[in-house]
């Protein structure tokens, strides 16, 4: 084609802002529900419509403040309403929502807080010995905000310019027009977990969050509708909650906030009162939930479908959910750098014939491409390689809810000819199925060849006795490393180092075989409810393997 200006479309140019999903919502579902399970204890109900007009108080409050365009607004809060409001009051009105781990050691929310240059912080009320702790160190904090009543302020503390969010709400009109402007301005910003370094900020823009909003609803990925009751257990402050605080305004399903209690009676008693049908989660949350329910001997009423990420969603995990309670699970892969989501487990229509056992070896998978994400896999020259479900290498991604650089331009070049280096280690089947067989730094070298920790960990909890389990690499004077198996026993199960080997037969090549087992009490896990498989490995790094 000859290089002339195209011919250009006539509709709308509207930015993709997030006020307008809130702004939809509220118009479009005024009446759906939005119930949370409050840190003060009791539940909490109201609607999409008293949820934007609160959220319009909150804006006008923050102008009163003094915030301007850009600046970070911190969050340390659990699930709940008045999260979801500074989601959409903050971001709204132009300014940036930083939401923060509590998990995290308060040295590290300290430096966050910093690098951030959060302005003001919005707290649980159940935080305030961490921010007593913290606030000395926050340098550009100029206010604290307690998402709470006055009756939860406390009387004297050493907090400079604690404030009152009902206090300050009451004192505001609904009356705010949300501002327009680029959307590709930053919207939020999250901090990776840092297993290594320093945290680095991932900084979405309105764009990314309501493109990756829009994608994530699809059947194909989340599959939200307007009939769904949805409880994101994954907490907002984990990469904004897999987005769910979106894509659900904007389906007007009804949102259920676990808020603090995550164990599984509360889990399994709020999804039972208030009708989920869908959830999301890491592996950690759903094996309380699980545990709970199957002591109990209950079922779910409502429960039918559950989205499992974060890490590998066990085989066994899977099973149980499909075959003992009849809920789906879509197996989710994605990361703090993608907004997060990069793929969704689920059949073609050519699968549905065949075996189960078949179905459920595709289900495992970490799943397909959802449009906006690109994905490829290379080897160590960076050439692509084949996607025929066998070859793994490195996994790269692309597209416009992925990051481009860090906040604050640190970590240098992030990006490999355009494409972001997830770190991942992964295979592409024929149907572009993708498998992560494990991360790069948890690959186990032994020989010069790689040992994926993740199919020993799956087939080790597919054994009844074992309930968690983490393979590490262990240095070995002649294999260079070699696979420990760490494992959490069942309660009452006495399983040997033995039984366990003997259950790897026939499953792996022989040399993947574990050298070794160890069995603890339990495993460390992380503020985003991962196995910390760093502590495990220097825990281990003296351990004598068996010659
Ligand atoms: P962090 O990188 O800070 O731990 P993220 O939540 O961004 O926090 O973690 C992203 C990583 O988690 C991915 O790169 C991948 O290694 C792992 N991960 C996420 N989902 C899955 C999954 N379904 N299966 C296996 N690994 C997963």
């Known amino acids: 084609m000859s290089n002339q200006a195209p011919l250009m479309g006539q509709m709308m140019n509207q930015p993709l802002l997030i006020s307008g999903i809130l702004e939809f919502a509220a118009r479009h579902y005024a009446n759906s529900e939005i119930v949370s399970q409050r840190v003060e204890g009791d539940l909490h109900r109201y609607t999409f419509r008293e949820c934007h007009q609160r959220a319009r108080q909150l804006a006008n409050a923050l102008q009163a403040l003094g915030v301007h365009m850009g600046e970070r607004i911190a969050t340390l809060a659990w699930n709940g309403y008045r999260h979801l409001e500074a989601y959409y009051a903050v971001s709204g009105s132009g300014a940036v929502l930083h939401t923060i781990n509590p998990r995290l050691h308060p040295e590290q929310l300290a430096y966050i807080c910093n690098h951030a240059e959060d302005q003001f912080l919005l707290f649980d009320f159940c935080f305030l010995p961490l921010i007593e702790a913290i606030a000395p160190h926050c340098k550009t904090v100029k206010g604290w905000i307690l998402l709470g009543a006055a009756d939860r302020m406390p009387a004297d503390s050493k907090i400079p310019n604690l404030m009152c969010y009902e206090d300050l709400l009451a004192a505001q009109s609904a009356d705010y027009a949300w501002p327009q402007f680029d959307e590709s301005a930053a919207a939020t910003l999250c901090y990776t977990s840092g297993t290594t370094g320093n945290p680095k900020g991932a900084l979405y823009s309105h764009r990314s969050t309501v493109l990756h909003a829009y994608a994530s609803a699809l059947p194909n990925v989340l599959n939200v509708s307007s009939r769904d009751a949805v409880m994101p257990v994954v907490p907002m402050f984990h990469v904004n909650a897999w987005g769910l605080p979106y894509s659900v305004p904007l389906s007007g399903a009804k949102m259920v906030f676990p808020g603090a209690a995550l164990d599984g009676k509360s889990v399994y008693e709020l999804m039972e ?61 994605g990361m703090t750098e993608m907004s997060p989501l990069g793929t969704t487990g689920g059949l073609l229509s050519k699968h549905m014939e065949l075996p189960k056992a078949e179905q459920r070896k595709i289900l495992q998978k970490q799943g397909h491409a959802i449009y906006g994400v690109d994905m490829k896999i290379v080897d160590e020259l960076g050439e692509e390689l084949p996607w025929d479900g066998a070859t793994s290498g490195s996994l790269l991604v692309k597209g416009p809810w992925i990051i481009a650089s860090y906040f604050k331009g640190e970590g240098g070049d992030v990006l490999e000819d355009g494409w972001f280096p997830t770190g991942d280690v992964a295979t592409i089947d024929p149907d572009g199925f993708m498998q992560i067989t494990d991360r790069a730094k ?31 690499g262990v240095p070995h004077p002649k294999w260079d490393e070699r696979p420990l198996l760490v494992v959490v026993r069942r309660a009452g199960s006495t399983v040997t180092r033995e039984e366990l080997l003997a259950h790897f037969d026939g499953k792996i090549a022989k040399w993947w075989l574990p050298d070794d087992v160890v069995f603890a009490e339990n495993l460390p896990v992380g503020g985003t409810g991962k196995i910390q498989k760093n502590k495990l490995r220097e825990q281990y790094s003296d351990y004598q393997l068996p010659s």
């Not at 959830?279 to 001997?297: E, F, M, R």
């Not at 690959?443 to 393979?471: F, R, Y």
Request: proline letters at 4%; aromatic letters at 8%.
């Open 273 to 333: 009162k208030e009708k989920v049908t869908f959830s999301a989660g890491v592996p950690t949350v759903w094996l309380g939930l699980i545990n709970y329910a199957v002591q109990n001997k209950l079922k779910f009423s409502s429960f039918v479908r559950t989205v499992i990420g974060g890490s590998a969603c066990p085989p066994a995990m899977m099973n149980t959910l499909i075959d003992d309670f009849g809920v789906e699970v879509i197996h989710g892969w």
């Open 442 to 472: 948890d690959v186990i070298k032994s020989g010069g060849e790689w040992i994926g920790t993740i199919d020993l960990e799956n087939i080790a909890m597919s054994h009844p006795g074992v309930m968690q389990a983490a393979c590490i």
